[in-house]
């Protein structure tokens, strides 16, 4: 199973964010890998009010369909519009270029430790 | 995220070992554990279509008529005339319940002047097999199911020849270069015999490679190492299915199942209801009576193609609705039976079942895609044809 970037916190339902402010949201490799290719993005938009462990967009790859969950409440200050426009980033690079939104948190969800996401996605 | 689980009753392939050690994602599918892809679904649907690609379809049936009237049995018990097949060569057929319904949908090899051999779907096999021997009962030939100890490899793609060719025996290279779409031959494919057939799911040029069981590893391994310099890689059944859609070829359990007829699947020509025997009599067969019915009637729906106008893929089961004002859902005319992006095209594309009168080409349709209406035109089958 492949290393979780220690800096990040994670959800059950394999979404990532950071904790800068405003935070990063993604979703980990497990996920992505899970999916196969993805070819369509559905984000939240800018100015939407979310709550952590609410349903806040799709992922969809070229075989199925996932929801997207938000690991924290708060309101949402911008999405990854390269990444809806070309979600292949999503498989390449779901720590990094392929981040989907940024939260301004007022609360964060139950999350998991690197080390814990591992021990639970393995 | 959940994927499917994987049923511990799953049979699996003489490749199944490879296909872990190629680190493929395993899926069930029609009672057999099988790659879904290896890495990517889309870099394995471009290889097909501009490399090649290489399948593993060890869990479709095989199942041998031979004897004397092998071609009469089959004339009884499928809708196509068997007994027409010049020795060489193959067809699409399919086989009918008394009412009419597809029990499966097949393809038959005239291997030799008295012995044919029905390729059945996964799921299907054993049950075709049983129709068969039934179906065959008073005819003066011997059905054998050999699935368990036939595997079968795909090579798809416009370099497949090349790549089969340069593993084939000297003196085999001229017939398995000059195999005609829907033949087949005996050939010895690196160092192995093999039957050899120009058939294909992908609507591309390509190969299927029926070889014994035991030979199967070495035949995938060496097709592998061959093909790899000319781009093939190995391939899963998202490919193929995704490859099979754009191509606008039916999938028994999708577009085909026990509630459709031949004619409402645009494939009433496979049908042949004036079929004759040798004395010049017409030919019954299981469900003549009742298709020779259906095909005097107009079916109730039809089975068309649909083009996303937006990004959203339609995917099986969704509604197809008509196209309200303001793009709102109006009522409800038909459903998906498959539906995904095309990764060849760039636009979301699905076959679908709709009433007669929206089915004509152009028709501006939507689907429901979880409670959204996108919108959806008809559009002529295949999606994709090979230049």
Same mark, same amino acid.
């Not at chain 1, 690991?71 to 990094?96: H, L, M, R």
């Given at each position: ?122 | ?48 279509? +501009? ?166 590893? +070495? ?169």
């Amino acid at each position: 199973m492949a290393d979780f970037p220690e800096n990040l916190r994670y959800s059950a339902e394999h979404e990532w964010v950071d904790d800068a402010s405003p935070a990063t949201i993604g979703v980990t490799s497990v996920a992505a890998d899970a999916l196969g290719d993805v070819v369509y993005l559905e984000l939240p938009e800018v100015g939407a009010t979310i709550e952590a462990g609410a349903v806040v967009g799709e992922i969809e790859s070229t075989k199925s369909v996932s929801e997207l969950y938000s690991p924290v409440s708060g309101t949402v200050v911008e999405v990854n519009q390269a990444a809806v426009d070309d979600p292949a980033v999503v498989n390449s690079d779901p720590f990094g270029a392929g981040w989907l939104f940024k939260v301004d948190v007022t609360s964060r969800g139950e999350l998991l430790t690197a080390e814990e996401y591992a021990a639970q996605a393995g | 995220m959940a994927e499917d689980q994987q049923d511990t009753q799953e049979r699996t392939t003489p490749l199944h070992e490879e296909h872990v050690a190629l680190g493929a994602n395993l899926t069930g599918f029609g009672g057999w554990l099988m790659p879904l892809r290896y890495t990517s679904d889309l870099a394995e649907h471009r290889a097909v279509r +501009e490399a090649a690609g290489l399948f593993d379809l060890s869990h479709m049936g095989e199942i041998h008529l031979e004897g004397a009237q092998a071609g009469a049995a089959l004339d009884a018990a499928l809708v196509g005339n068997a007994s027409a097949i010049g020795v060489g060569r193959a067809r699409y057929s399919m086989i009918c319940a008394e009412d009419g319904a597809v029990l499966d949908d097949l393809i038959v090899y005239r291997l030799a002047d008295e012995h044919f051999l029905v390729v059945a779907n996964a799921g299907n096999a054993p049950r075709v097999a049983a129709e068969l021997v039934a179906r065959s009962a008073g005819f003066d030939t011997v059905v054998t199911d050999r699935s368990d100890e036939t595997a079968l490899v795909a090579v798809q793609g416009p370099r497949a020849e090349e790549i089969v060719a340069s593993l084939t025996a000297a003196e085999d290279v001229d017939t398995v270069r000059g195999m005609k779409y829907y033949a087949s031959a005996e050939a010895t494919v690196a160092g192995i015999g093999v039957l050899v057939a120009r058939t294909g799911y992908t609507g591309e040029d390509g190969f299927e490679l029926f070889v014994p069981a035991d030979r199967a590893v +070495e035949l995938w391994r060496a097709l592998l190492a061959a093909g790899e310099p000319h781009g093939l890689v190995p391939a899963g059944l998202s490919a193929r299915d995704s490859l099979r859609l754009e191509a606008g070829m039916p999938l028994y359990g999708n577009e085909l199942d026990e509630t459709t007829t031949p004619y409402e699947a645009g494939l009433g020509r496979v049908v042949k209801l004036d079929k004759t025997g040798p004395d010049g009599e017409p030919l019954p067969f299981v469900g003549r009576a009742a298709l020779a019915a259906r095909a005097q009637s107009a079916p109730a729906r039809v089975l068309v193609g649909l083009r996303g106008e937006g990004r959203r893929p339609a995917r099986a089961g969704h509604a197809v609705v008509q196209r309200g004002l303001d793009g709102a859902a109006g009522a409800t005319v038909g459903h998906v039976t498959s539906g995904a992006p095309s990764p060849t095209l760039g636009f979301p594309v699905a076959m679908a079942y709709v009433t007669p009168e929206v089915s004509a080409e152009g028709t501006q349709l939507a689907v429901d895609v979880r409670g959204r209406a996108e919108p959806f035109v008809v559009v002529r089958l295949p999606f994709y044809k090979r230049s």
